[in-house]
């Protein structure tokens, strides 16, 4: 009798060891999409050739290069841009520009231009100039610190955020924050691929839609599966073209062989973005860069370690449900051996924040394949929640996984603020119609200074 007990405890310890309190929040956003804004919304500047569609990322791996990219809608020239420190305005350098453009099915692009400026002063405010004459256009950006263990910075994350009016007060309710210093965005930029033929002018006004933003500070680029615009029944065989003549990441800085899977140091954080939409298969390229790149982060230097990629490896919507699947039984192991702390995902258009789980034990017989709690493991977190036209992703599982902590269907954005090489603060930003409201915060504690348990209850 006593032995059935204690089994019964047991049992019951167990259950409630695995069982975190998962929260689905009462909130569910209006369930039918919007539309696009109009052609209007976002015209192009005035003047003859003016420059738009003005964007900058990263343009090396430590955070002294930026690459500025614009177009020029009908002249190859001016290819030069000028910048120059903000108390130096007598110490202009220039750097030119490399130019491209595609075609895609009846569309001809303006002229894409793509210039990487280097050696520059880390926390440091530039400015910098493109155009001529009357269509000169000047904007400005703030270096990062140098890269070291205590480095307090700040992340927005946005994902799938397409150009509706939904996108634009996600990325307004983004812009209010103004502490945050750089996005992390996790691929599905413009969704032009939902129009006919892919209409690439859509990109063109994504390109002018954002620009408010990330003309001013860096946005870090991840693949998307809206990204691919492969559409052999219009004659276009080559998978990410019109995105890959566009947006330019420093992924040879990493060593990768390809723009879609990459790294970057940042302040605190060792950033690594990988493709699912790439091979990730083993021997693939991809694979083996990322066997390579995780041992060479060092923790002492970037304590906080992210991987960034579009489709997640744990959620619980019916929309896309396992769709990251093979990728994660790729990489998981990888990134639990190595302490991950943090993997961002977006695809599935709604908020979901995982507990720290793992699921990497499972050898085709031991029957080892449910998911457990692990100290090792990252936290999953989908912010694919932009608000493009496709609408929110209101289909959550039930009864809700024992791995998610909180999910919402709705749209957002989220800020992670690291304070030191220990802690880092969380929220996720609801879109409440016009104001953002914190729907979720958390206290993430880095797995390799401090692997202590987090909290792991909803906190709304
Ligand atoms: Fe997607």
């Not at 009798?1 to 049992?11: D, V, W």
């Not at 990459?262 to 790439?278: D, F, M, N, T």
């Not at 039984?329 to 695809?347: C, I, N, S």
């Amino acid at each position: 009798m006593i032995m059935k007990s204690i089994i019964t405890l047991i049992f019951l310890f167990s259950i409630v060891n695995f069982c975190y309190g998962g929260k689905t929040s009462d909130y569910v956003r209006q369930q039918w999409p919007s539309a696009d804004m109009s052609k209007g919304s976002f015209p192009p500047p005035s003047g003859y050739n003016a420059p738009e569609q003005v964007h900058i990322t990263q343009g090396d791996k430590e955070g002294r290069g930026m690459i500025i990219s614009w177009v020029t809608p009908l002249k190859r020239l001016p290819n030069i841009v000028t910048y120059w420190e903000e108390s130096k305005d007598n110490d202009k350098q220039m750097a030119k520009s490399r130019v491209t453009h595609y075609k895609y099915f009846n569309y001809s692009s303006g002229f894409i231009h793509h210039a990487t400026i280097e050696n520059l002063q880390y926390n440091t405010k530039y400015f910098y100039e493109i155009g001529i004459n009357g269509t000169a256009r000047r904007f400005n950006f703030i270096t990062p610190p140098e890269v070291g263990p205590d480095v307090p910075y700040t992340f927005g994350i946005i994902g799938d955020l397409g150009q509706t009016e939904d996108s634009n007060h996600t990325l307004e309710h983004y812009m209010a924050n103004k502490n945050a210093q750089a996005v992390l965005f996790l691929g599905d930029l413009s969704y032009a691929d939902d129009h006919p033929y892919h209409n690439n002018e859509r990109w063109d006004q994504w390109g002018r839609f954002v620009e408010k933003s990330v003309a001013y500070q860096p946005w870090i680029w991840t693949t998307g599966n809206h990204e691919i615009d492969y559409a052999p029944e219009i004659g276009e065989h080559v998978p990410f073209k019109p995105y890959t003549h566009r947006y330019h990441v420093p992924y040879k800085a990493s060593q990768s062989s390809s723009p879609h899977w990459y790294s970057i140091k940042r302040a605190s954080a060792h950033i690594i973005v990988l493709s699912s939409y790439s091979a990730y298969g083993k021997y693939t390229p991809q694979y083996e860069w990322l066997k390579q790149e995780l041992p060479k982060v060092n923790r002492s230097e970037t304590p906080w370690l992210f991987v960034l990629l579009h489709s997640p490896w744990y959620n619980s919507n019916n929309y896309h449900y396992m769709e990251g699947e093979s990728m994660r039984v790729a990489f998981e192991p990888w990134l639990v051996e190595h302490k991950v702390d943090l993997v961002f995902a977006g695809h599935v258009h709604s908020y979901e924040r995982s507990g720290r789980v793992s699921n990497v034990r499972y050898n085709i017989t031991n029957g080892l394949s449910m998911p457990i709690k692990d100290a090792s493991a990252p936290v999953y977190l989908t912010i694919g929640d932009g608000g493009n036209i496709e609408g929110v992703a209101n289909n959550f599982s039930e009864p809700q996984p024992s791995y998610s902590i909180f999910r919402e269907a709705s749209f957002g954005h989220a800020i992670l603020e690291i304070k030191n090489r220990t802690h880092a603060f969380y929220t996720w930003h609801r879109n409440n119609n016009t104001k953002p409201v914190a729907a979720d915060t958390a206290w993430f504690y880095n797995r390799y200074f401090y692997p202590h348990e987090e909290p792991d209850t909803a906190n709304v």
